[in-house]
């Protein structure tokens, strides 16, 4: 069973930093683009960045230069460094990723969520 395994959230406090971690794990053959979600209560899910296999990256106008996206094709990680964070960040973040399998075809996986809440 393939699955995104997330780490790293939790409380912080306005202008402060945290770092998520997003591991894949099971018969993944090769994961393609890896990304950041996120969702607030009563919003919808929106993208905050994301990440080709080569290293292509895009982020969301409100989190431009205050988080980095990154990953690790050996470990098949994505991580997301937050810094500056300002309480409008609080939100459920969900790790995202495209698997291609051994058969040709593609899956879109999601982690579990993680929450993050940032205090004024």
């Known amino acids: 069973q393939v699955q995104l395994v997330e780490s790293g959230g939790g409380l912080v406090q306005a202008g402060g930093s945290l770092r998520l971690s997003c591991a894949a794990s099971?018969?993944?053959?090769?994961?393609?683009?890896m990304a950041w979600y996120r969702q607030a209560p009563g919003k919808q899910r929106e993208l905050v960045a994301g990440i080709t296999r080569s290293g292509t990256t895009n982020y969301a106008d409100a989190v431009r230069g205050r988080f980095t996206i990154s990953r690790d094709n050996a470990k098949n990680t994505v991580y997301l460094q937050m810094n500056s964070l300002k309480p409008e960040d609080t939100a459920a973040y969900y790790c995202?990723?495209?698997?291609?399998?051994?058969?040709?075809?593609?899956?879109?996986?999601w982690g579990q969520g993680t929450q993050v809440t940032v205090s004024s």
């Open positions: 099971g018969s993944i053959f090769r994961i393609n683009d």
């Open positions: 995202y990723a495209e698997r291609s399998r051994f058969d040709g075809g593609t899956s879109r996986l």
